[in-house]
T-cell receptor, first 119, second 113 residues
Framework: NAGVTQTPKFRVLKTGQSMTLLCAQD?????MYWYRQDPGMGLRLIHY???????AKGEVPDGYNVSRLKKQNFLLGLESAAPSQTSVYFC??????????????????FGEGSRLTVL | AQSVTQLDSQVPVFEEAPVELRCNYS??????LFWYVQYPNQGLQLLLK??????LVKGINGFEAEFNKSQTSFHLRKPSVHISDTAEYFC???????????FGKGTRLHILP
């Protein structure tokens, strides 16, 4: 079982370049999230999605865009990379509650991370 | 909006000694609470969760946590740690009518021989 897969796992960019991180999950989860992890800052939520075709801003959305055209994929884009975006990026997905309500259980399944360096 | 405070950035503890990692949350609504663990160079995995019911929650690897609503705390405990518990531990909160899941800054557990 693949679970949550992130590509690429490593990338080096120059300031001003653009790139897209792909997150794919094969668990049929409704909810998907992008976090960034920086030393001493924990994980900070960038954007999230509660279902196909939906996106919403998290704690630190500036400089990033996302799309959820298919339920299994959640893309994170950097239009013009900056050194402050050097980080490890984690994607996660989450199922709804067992009762079938449109309610997040908060149980996250994480990918292995993507390390991005912006020079 | 929810927030999480992990009071200790690092906790050193001797092997086979007990440990407590502290977590306090802030929320105006009912919450779900979680502890996640991150081993070196890996992603995060769920240790345990509190959704409702019993305030004492048991998780994997011998860890447990107690939800204390009056003190808005969800401290993680283990009676006897092992070298393999060396990792970073994250507390997280979600409002039970909210889709955001917010993490604390993490506590790095160092096991001393």
């Amino acid at each position: 079982n693949a679970g949550v897969t992130q590509t690429p796992k490593f990338r080096v960019l120059k300031t001003g370049q653009s790139m897209t991180l792909l997150c794919a999950q094969d668990m049929n989860h409704e909810y998907m999230y992008w976090y960034r992890q920086d030393p001493g800052m924990g994980l900070r939520l960038i954007h999230y999605s509660v279902g196909e075709g939906t996106t919403a801003k998290g704690e630190v959305p500036d400089g990033y865009n996302v799309s959820r055209l298919k339920k299994q994929n959640f893309l994170l884009g950097l239009e013009s990379a900056a050194p402050s975006q050097t980080s490890v990026y984690f994607c996660a997905s989450s199922p709804p509650s067992a009762a079938g309500e449109y309610q997040n259980t908060g149980e996250l399944f994480f990918g292995e991370g993507s390390r991005l360096t912006v020079l | 909006a929810q927030s999480v405070t992990q009071l200790d950035s690092q906790v050193p503890v001797f092997e086979e000694a007990p440990v407590e990692l502290r977590c306090n949350y802030s929320s105006s609504v009912s919450v779900y609470l979680f502890w996640y663990v991150q081993y070196p160079n890996q992603g995060l995995q769920l240790l345990l969760k509190y959704l409702s019911g019993s305030t004492l929650v048991k998780g994997i690897n011998g860890f447990e946590a107690e939800f204390n609503k009056s003190q808005t705390s969800f401290h993680l405990r283990k009676p006897s740690v092992h070298i393999s518990d060396t990792a970073e531990y994250f507390c997280a909160v979600s409002g039970n009518r909210d889709d955001k899941i917010i993490f604390g800054k993490g506590t790095r557990l160092h096991i001393l021989p």
